[in-house]
């Protein structure tokens, strides 16, 4: 096994959550609440999340609820394969209470400054940790690393939440019952979503199955729901994709007859206009079926800016495209 996985780094991750959870239980026998690393966090007060992209945000946010106050650092449209942290992220993850991230690599930028974060004792959580690591997928582009979008398939993302409720819970050992409570309510709202799109995406005559977008986001999709996912550029937007590439998918596209190509809210958009460009020149005609949210969900306050705004909104895109 590769050393270099997230996954393998979330052990000694895991062993400053753990130490910091015990030095917080300790605290609690004296007279004195514990604070944080930091020193801020009163009895009674938020517990300060500080989340890598916007689908860990919500996760927080759903299990936490009223007692955490979550900063997430990208925002819509932001690119996590390709975002470093800058200066004032570097405070929000100092000043948080608690830091959740991704993992498997998906922040690939920011993998030397969580470690810092973590080293010095905060606790810093990949929520990918507590999947099974069976469902995750081995992509061969990706030289060894585990496929990283796991909110794609929601059965999976549903996999993360006990990661949350323990962390929270070690934190924060009086709202622990809260915490689970949360977690299992939000479990069944993504179990009743995943039967959702599952249906939505069925509806879908098979041979007009096939999903083209920018990049390799999509395969935990085309697995749960059933769907061809072809990507320009490889699982991460780091690789590069060239001529050679626009013509490989161009020529998939005249041979399936697909109908309908999409664009990703976080990936520039001439990539994909390059492939509709390369058909018209083949005499084939494919349009742009709309905008996919695939690594960063939509603004706050909109619909899209949630989750489960952001997974209904790919859905209905995809299936009133190719339908
Ligand atoms: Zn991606």
Redesign the pocket.
């Given at each position: 096994m590769n050393s270099w996985r997230m996954r393998s780094s979330a052990a000694p991750v895991l062993i400053a959550v753990l130490i910091f959870a015990g030095a917080l239980g300790a605290g609690a026998f004296g007279c004195a609440q514990s604070e944080s690393e930091n020193g801020a966090r009163k009895a009674g007060a938020k517990i300060r999340v500080t989340a890598t992209v916007g689908m860990v945000g919500d996760l927080a946010r759903n299990v936490g609820g009223e007692h955490v106050e979550v900063t997430t650092l990208m925002g819509p449209g932001v690119?996590?394969?390709l975002y470093k942290a800058s200066e004032g992220d570097i405070a929000r993850l100092s000043g948080a209470d608690i830091v959740f991230y991704n993992g498997l690599l998906?922040e690939g930028k920011m993998v030397d400054v969580l470690v810092k974060v973590a080293r010095r004792g905060k606790p810093t959580v990949p929520v990918s940790e507590t999947i099974d690591e069976s469902r995750l997928r081995e992509p061969p582009e990706f030289q060894g690393h585990y496929d990283?979008?796991i909110w794609f398939d929601v059965s999976l993302w549903a996999e993360t939440i006990p990661a949350v409720v323990t962390a929270l819970s070690e934190l924060d050992p009086a709202h622990a019952k809260t915490y689970e409570a949360n977690g299992a309510a939000y479990a069944q709202t993504l179990a009743a979503l995943h039967e959702e799109v599952r249906a939505a995406i069925a509806t879908i005559p098979k041979e007009a199955r096939v999903l083209v977008t920018a990049?390799?986001?999509f395969g935990y999709f085309g697995v749960a729901y059933d769907i061809e996912v072809i990507g320009l550029q490889g699982?991460?937007?780091l690789a590069e994709y060239g001529l050679r590439d626009v013509q490989r998918i161009v020529d998939l596209i005249s041979a399936r007859s697909v109908r309908a190509v999409f664009v990703e809210s976080?990936v520039p958009r001439r990539s994909i206009e390059a492939v509709v460009a390369g058909c018209t020149a083949k005499g084939h005609d494919v349009k742009i079926g709309g905008q996919l949210f695939?690594?960063a969900m939509g603004e706050a306050g909109t619909p899209e800016g949630t989750y489960l705004g952001m997974v209904r909104h790919n859905v209905k895109t995809i299936v009133e495209s190719l339908r």
């Open positions: 690119d996590p394969h998906l990283p979008h990049h390799d986001a699982v991460s937007t976080s695939s690594d």
